[in-house]
């Protein structure tokens, strides 16, 4: 899990995902914003992936 986001949930990632889609849907941002949403979206995208990654992790290593 990226450092960037050591104190940051998963519901939190998934909220900011969810302002971050939003914002580029209204297609009104300029590009050198488009390009910033798009860098952080693909840094949270990661971080979930992450985070799942350890539960499916657990998951598997808790089973009898």
């Known amino acids: 899990i990226p450092i960037l986001f050591k104190d940051m949930t998963y519901e939190q990632a998934i909220k900011r ?12 941002l300029e590009l050198e914003k488009f390009t910033e949403y798009m860098a952080e979206a693909e840094k949270l995208n990661a971080f979930c992936e992450g985070v799942l990654n350890q539960l499916q992790e657990k998951s598997i290593q808790t089973k009898p």
Do not use: P, R
């Not at 995902?17 to 297609?27: A, K, M, N």
């Open 17 to 28: 995902l969810e302002e971050i889609v939003t914002g580029l849907e209204s297609g009104t």
